[in-house]
């Protein structure tokens, strides 16, 4: 196995114990004062600075206005506070995270950029701060586990920031900072989404704009060579892969993961692109013996239990990658998420039109007749439309939530007596309505765009693809998330995004002609994994699930009967909808094993 790229930094400050003078004990990459530390790892992303008593460490690829200078990234960032502030911090744009400590006056700066593409976390207690890059690695005096979070966990398939499963660990909110001095300790957003949503715009010259940001993206993000790019075959992925062959006049390397199950390899698609673009294409098929090895290994990589399940096939095409001799990929997240790919909003505005029909006529006709009795659920077609009115009446965001698999599934059914006391079973719910009622934007494709840049992004797909190539020993860039296409997609009219229900509809228009067409109308898909078809098959995996699953009985969590029937009757009837529901419970069960004793 290739060697995992190290945490950023990490440390510690009492702010009450400040230094009489800026006497420092140095050592390689560790300088420590009375009262505290501050320690980071050689790494090419990291860099270290110290000016006037003020120590910084920067992690990432800030890029900086005009006019600020530096030997390095953590020099400039000392630049930019001596002349900004703290309070124009949004205008250093890019995926970075940032620490500076002033020790003789106990003050201390802990942010992370606008989608949290670098992490930072940090424990409160008392008159101490500890802070470092992974919850794992914070020297919080209290290491207990929140048993919330774990239920967040089981909820959200991870734990959204703030929380992590430390119980006195927070995760840094994307685009906020905490700040300490004065004796007061505090966190708040420096950057907030706002969308111009009544600007208009032509087409030709918007389309114009938005090709040259993507190209100008792409040219940032090659910070090392050589460089390579993720290839799914979705409109995202060769999207970056063609700009990369186009920025750097050359064919580029490309990277795909596939597996030899019906209805879960796409990688005629990659090929397609590949051809397309020239580029070098590597390919690898995921088997079942693979995982045996990769889902031990990606669960304990994570700084807390996380379930995405595309994050082991992930790290099999970077570890691929950095065989092959990359130093740095280049991924598609964030095009759905900016321009409206996800087949859910669709579906939302679908429902949302419901609201449309007068009031009288829903309550008083409709809604009485076909959503509130029980006979036309045994009647084609009037069963579907009583469905659609009793889901349209929900409020988002809780009606995005209506198939929620533990919910569906009963927590009563899953989990202990004992651990569903311990717990808010409403505290999820709770936490999305919050994010919901938080977005910046009136029209509804916009708000659900807010609500997914961080549960979808900074929360799942970030940290999914970051853990993967982080260890695989290679950097990762996400050019759809340049601050100024992401500042573009804020100004772009929302019926751009989602076109009756269709789909991103400016994103597919304009990559017209840069795009091979089957690329652009195939359906989403990505690196999805065939893992309840496969646990029905293949001794191996079933025994890795089973056993996972057991010790969870063991710690208390889940109930017995629960795992008998999973594993005797549910998983082998349906093993794609199952099958998750094992996956997320293995996961969790792989990184207390890794991180706790069994009980």
């Known amino acids: 196995m290739t060697q995992p790229i190290k945490s950023h930094f990490s440390g510690y400050l009492d702010h009450r114990l400040q230094p009489a003078t800026e006497t420092f004990r140095t050592e390689q990459h560790l300088i420590s004062w009375e009262g505290g530390q501050l320690t980071w790892n050689d790494n090419p992303e990291v860099s270290f600075a110290s000016s006037d008593g003020r120590l910084c460490v920067c992690a990432g690829h800030p890029n900086f206005p005009m006019g600020i200078s530096g030997d390095n990234n953590a020099a400039r960032w000392l630049s930019f506070v001596t002349a900004r502030g703290n309070s124009e911090m949004a205008k250093v744009k890019g995926g970075w995270s940032l620490v500076i400590v002033e020790p003789s006056q106990g003050k201390l700066l802990l942010a992370v950029d606008r989608f949290a593409i670098q992490t930072a976390c940090y424990a409160h207690e008392g008159s101490r701060i500890a802070f470092a890059e992974r919850a794992d690695e914070v020297q919080a005096q209290d290491r207990n586990l929140d048993q919330q979070s774990l239920y967040h966990y089981l909820h959200f398939h991870m734990i959204p920031a703030p929380r992590t499963v430390f119980r006195n660990v927070k995760r840094l909110t994307a685009a906020h900072s905490l700040t300490v001095g004065a004796g007061e300790v505090s966190t708040q957003p420096f950057w907030t989404a706002r969308f111009d949503e009544h600007k208009r715009m032509d087409f030709k010259p918007a389309r114009a704009e938005f090709m040259h940001l993507v190209e100008d993206a792409v040219r940032r993000d090659i910070t090392g060579q050589p460089v390579g790019a993720f290839l799914s075959g979705g409109t995202d992925s060769s999207t970056v892969a063609g700009m990369l062959c186009r920025v750097t006049g050359a064919s580029c390397d490309t990277y795909s993961i596939g597996f030899d199950s019906e209805g879960y390899d796409e990688m005629e698609y990659a090929r397609i692109a590949s051809r397309h673009f020239r580029t070098r294409h590597h390919e690898y098929y995921v088997t079942p013996d693979d995982l045996l090895s990769g889902i031990p290994a990606v669960a304990q990589h ?298």
């Not at 006709?365 to 959503?371: G, I, K, N, Q, T």
């Not at 889901?391 to 939530?401: F, W």
């Open 302 to 599: 994570h700084d807390q239990p996380f379930g995405n399940s595309s994050a082991v096939p992930a790290y099999f095409c970077a570890q691929m990658a950095k065989a092959d001799g990359m130093t740095r990929l280049l991924a598609g997240d964030g095009g759905d998420e900016l321009f409206g790919g996800n087949s859910r909003y669709a579906m939302q505005r679908l429902f949302d039109a419901y609201r449309f029909v007068p009031s009288p006529l829903r309550q008083n006709v409709l809604e009485p007749l076909l959503a509130n009795t029980a006979w036309p659920r045994k009647v084609p077609g009037l069963r579907q439309a009583g469905g659609y009115m009793r889901h349209s009446r929900i409020p988002l965001p809780d009606r995005m939530e209506t198939f929620n698999l533990i919910d569906s599934l009963g927590p009563e059914n899953i989990l202990t007596e004992n651990f569903l006391a311990s717990v808010d079973r409403g505290a999820p719910l709770e936490h999305r309505r919050e994010v919901w009622n938080y977005c910046q934007a009136s029209t509804l494709i916009n708000r659900m765009l807010a609500y997914d840049w961080k549960f979808t992004l900074a929360d799942s797909d970030l940290p999914k693809v970051r853990g993967a190539t982080r260890m695989a020993g290679i950097s990762v860039g996400f050019p759809l998330l340049d601050d100024a296409l992401t500042d573009f997609s804020l100004a772009l009219e929302p019926e751009w995004k989602l076109k009756r229900l269709k789909l991103r509809w400016f994103f597919k228009e304009s990559l017209r002609g840069f795009l091979p067409d089957a690329i652009i109308t195939k359906k989403k898909h990505g690196f999805g994994l065939p893992f309840g078809p496969w646990t029905v098959r293949h001794a191996g995996l079933r025994k890795l699930a089973s056993d996972s699953l057991e010790s969870l009985v063991a710690r208390g969590l889940v109930r017995g009967e629960f795992v008998r029937d999973l594993f005797s009757k549910h998983l082998p009837e349906h093993p794609g909808y199952y099958g998750e529901m094992v996956w997320i419970l293995m996961m969790l069960e792989q990184w207390l094993a890794a991180h706790t004793p069994s009980d």
